[in-house]
């Protein structure tokens, strides 16, 4: 069936710093979003890709649909304190009116 | 526009119980989707509705079932409840049925089964 894998699983990084994390499939995706959740609450879209190649930012975050359609990265510029989550990446099952496929997620830390 | 909401936040039941969580979807949007979270597992899709039907079902016994009521309302029932059906279930709504839109997710439901 359909996977997307997350790397790294974890990070843990000083304030004001870049990340970068990303998304890899064996199969296409036609869609690739971007979520992040906090303790005890549920996740929150980010950024919606759609096209390949297409490049989208959110204020400091940055996310790119790989050219395959079987990759996407997200960027964090100049990380805060707050940016402290688990990031998932996902997409629709194909075939599978709303149902979405998560990645495992990249859990980050930020030390101030 | 107010956002996905879940009712209850936390629940604690014991095994054999029956349990029924619900979800208000963004106004406007008509499907609405579960999902179980656990550490384990991570997120695990349980089914979806739209227009009061369940249009697709994950891979989860038939003790957890749902509906949908005509205002896009939601509810989802799990019986018999098991020590691993402990987890956060979520729902997400989204515009229409559509393998392109977004969803957009409630706070959660955190369930224990004692």
């Known amino acids: 069936g359909q996977q997307l894998n997350q790397s790294p699983q974890s990070m843990f990084i000083q304030e004001g710093e870049d990340v970068s994390m990303n998304c890899t499939s064996s199969?296409?995706?036609?869609?690739w979003l971007w979520y992040k959740q906090d303790p005890g609450e549920g996740p929150v879209l980010l950024i919606a890709l759609y096209k390949a190649g297409e490049l989208t930012s959110n204020g400091r975050l940055t996310a790119q649909f790989g050219i395959t359609r079987k990759d996407s990265f997200l960027n964090i510029s100049a990380s805060i304190p707050s940016d402290v989550g688990i990031y998932f990446c996902a997409g629709p099952s194909s075939g599978n009116t709303g149902k979405l496929i998560f990645g495992q997620g990249t859990t980050l830390q930020v030390k101030p | 526009k107010a956002g996905v909401t879940q009712t209850p936040r936390y629940l604690i039941k014991t095994r054999g119980q029956q349990v029924t969580l619900s979800c208000s979807p963004i106004s406007g949007h008509r499907s609405v989707s579960w999902y179980q979270q656990t550490p384990g597992q991570g997120l695990q899709f349980l089914f979806e509705?739209?227009?009061?039907?369940?249009?697709n079902k994950g891979n989860f016994p038939g003790r957890f079932s749902g509906r949908q009521f005509s205002n896009s309302r939601s509810e989802m029932n799990v019986s018999t409840l098991e020590l691993g059906d402990s987890a956060l279930y979520l729902c997400?709504?989204?515009?229409?049925?559509?393998?392109?839109?977004?969803?957009?997710f409630g706070p959660g439901t955190r369930l224990t089964v004692l």
């Open positions: 997400a709504s989204s515009l229409m049925s559509s393998p392109y839109n977004e969803q957009f």
């Open positions: 199969s296409i995706f036609n869609t």
């Open positions: 509705y739209f227009s009061e039907t369940q249009r």
